[in-house]
């Protein structure tokens, strides 16, 4: 069975920096792609950054937090992390960790992500 387990989130003000913490357990951690997705409140859920690995590591990033948020894993520990910088208000939202095992397309898509994990809130005031 398949779990993701978010943790690291909480209250920071605008220019600070947080990073959360993904847990993953009941699959091949280091052979599945993962993502990070965030939902603000009245909004969809979007794609904040992803990695795959294959022979090298590919990485994707929101143009929104290109430069301030650094997606990477552990595969020791079965984690995956997502360091957040120079953190500002819009950021403010349900962080979540997803994972699929299976080649998918667009990384940013949600329907592209089977496991999820159940979020962690991040807010950020100014």
């Known amino acids: 069975q398949v779990q993701l387990v978010e943790s690291g989130g909480g209250s920071v003000q605008a220019g600070g920096s947080l990073r959360l913490s993904c847990v993953a357990s009941?699959?091949?951690?280091?052979?599945?792609?993962m993502a990070w997705f965030r939902q603000a409140p009245g909004k969809e859920r979007e794609g904040v950054t992803a990695?795959?690995?294959?022979?090298?590591?590919?990485?994707y990033y929101a143009d929104s937090v290109k430069g301030r948020f650094t997606i990477s894993q552990d595969n020791a520990k079965n984690t995956l992390y997502l360091q957040m910088n120079s953190l500002k208000p819009e950021d403010t939202a349900m962080y979540y960790c997803?994972?699929?095992?299976?080649?998918?397309?667009?990384?940013?898509?949600?329907?592209?992500?089977?496991?999820w994990g159940q979020g962690t809130q991040v807010t950020v005031s100014s």
């Open positions: 997803a994972a699929d095992c299976v080649p998918g397309g667009r990384w940013s898509r949600e329907y592209e992500w089977h496991y």
């Open positions: 009941g699959y091949a951690f280091g052979s599945c792609r």
């Open positions: 990695i795959y690995r294959d022979s090298i590591t590919f990485t």
